[in-house]
């Protein structure tokens, strides 16, 4: 797959200067969206413990237990990123970071996605191994479980894709949406969405970029960037003769 | 004889859920869309009675709906669903013609009371309030 320019690039995230102090002034809209990332999973919460409070039925009792265990995942996951915006914000951020397998980092997202929701799983399209890369193992699955979430927004029959690539020393994960209207990225608010923006500010964090691309009426596609393990990158040397040291 | 049917419209399917096994089962017909687009086209095809309305979904929002379905529907009644308290949201929601807000999280029985208002039939259903 080609890194050449896309047809119209909305998003093109930058090295992390500059930008992580923008996180700590939420517009409205991103407020809004914090509301309705707690709102629901604590709708789900108290409003299934109320049911199971007034009626034993099997049905009410397995459906309600599933989905107050579901909900709490979902608003632990809102808190982890809360709490990771305010980190970023503040500068206090660290991170840890050492070669990881990449495809395990892909897995774990996957499942934290799935976990809190019933939206599909997106379909792993990639042709080679997943390489190993330079990562905070537990920011880089917050990261891509995010942007997972963000692109995969739409409830479809159809699943998202995911792919992975090498070149110039970096992993390119390249997540695209299922139909064209299928994610939060038509929405124009979105674009300063509070989880695309924790992810595009830890991937900044990593050495990396995050680019979205969306045309109207076309399925979008964030891909990430990621710095290959340093093995990696020599043996990516090694296997193309245009990279000799 | 007909059931009253009710339209939910909610992209997060924990909601939905909630809706669904809150309303009393057997009393009502209910149907389920994911998004505002999908909330339309039931709209047309399934004549609702009632529309619970999501504020805030992918896409097209509730605010767009709303409006979409005063144009075409002037008479059927909308109750919001929102985890905004800010008052703007609601006076946009008032000023487009939501007929009341219910703001997330709520109470089941603060549901039923705000469906039953609109639809007096179902007032007799007391699965909620007899389980004490």
Do not use: I, K, T, V
């Given at each position: 797959m080609s890194l050449a320019a896309p047809h119209r690039l909305d998003d093109d995230i930058g090295p992390a200067s500059g930008q992580l102090s923008d996180l700590a002034r939420l517009s409205t809209e991103q407020l809004s969206e914090i509301r309705h990332d707690l709102g629901n999973p604590l709708a789900a919460i108290t409003g299934f413990a109320e049911l199971l409070h007034a009626r034993g039925d099997e049905t009410t009792r397995k459906e309600a237990t599933t989905r107050i265990l579901e909900a709490a995942e979902r608003l632990s996951l809102a808190l982890e990123d809360i709490l990771t915006l305010i980190a970023l914000g503040s500068g206090t951020l660290v991170l840890h970071t050492e070669p990881v397998d990449l495809g395990t980092i892909v897995a774990e997202a996957l499942a934290a996605f799935e976990r809190t929701t019933t939206r599909h799983r997106p379909t792993?399209?990639?042709?080679?191994e997943w390489p190993r890369v330079e990562a905070d193992a537990e920011r880089l699955v917050q990261a891509l479980r995010l942007v997972i979430d963000h692109i995969a927004d739409a409830p479809s029959s159809e699943a998202a894709e995911i792919v992975a690539e090498q070149s110039d020393g970096l992993a390119i994960v390249s997540v695209t949406s299922a139909?064209?209207?299928?994610?939060?990225?038509?929405?124009?608010?979105?674009?300063?969405a509070v989880g695309i923006s924790v992810a595009r500010a830890l991937i900044a964090l990593h050495g990396g970029r995050l680019r979205i691309e969306r045309e109207p009426g076309q399925r979008a596609t964030a891909r990430c960037s990621v710095p290959l393990a340093v093995e990696a990158r020599s043996h990516e040397s090694a296997s193309d003769p245009r990279r000799g040291r | 004889m007909n059931l009253p049917r009710i339209l939910v419209a909610d992209d997060d399917d924990s909601v939905r859920s909630l809706l669904r096994l809150t309303l009393p089962a057997g009393g009502v017909e209910v149907v389920e869309a994911r998004d505002g687009e999908e909330a339309l086209e039931l709209i047309s095809s399934?004549?609702?009675?009632?529309l619970l309305l999501d504020w805030k979904m992918p896409g097209r929002p509730g605010a767009d709906v709303l409006a979409e379905v005063r144009r075409s529907h002037p008479t059927l009644p909308v109750i919001v669903l929102t985890a905004d308290q800010a008052g703007s949201t609601h006076e946009l929601a008032g000023a487009l013609g939501a007929d009341t807000f219910l703001t997330k999280p709520f109470s089941p029985l603060e549901l039923l009371e705000a469906v039953e208002s609109f639809?007096?039939?179902?007032?007799?259903?007391?699965s909620l309030t007899d389980a004490e």
């Open positions: 792993d399209r990639r042709q080679e139909r064209s209207d299928g994610s939060r990225l038509r929405d124009p608010a979105a674009a300063g | 399934h004549a609702p009675d009632l639809l007096p039939e179902l007032a007799g259903d007391q």
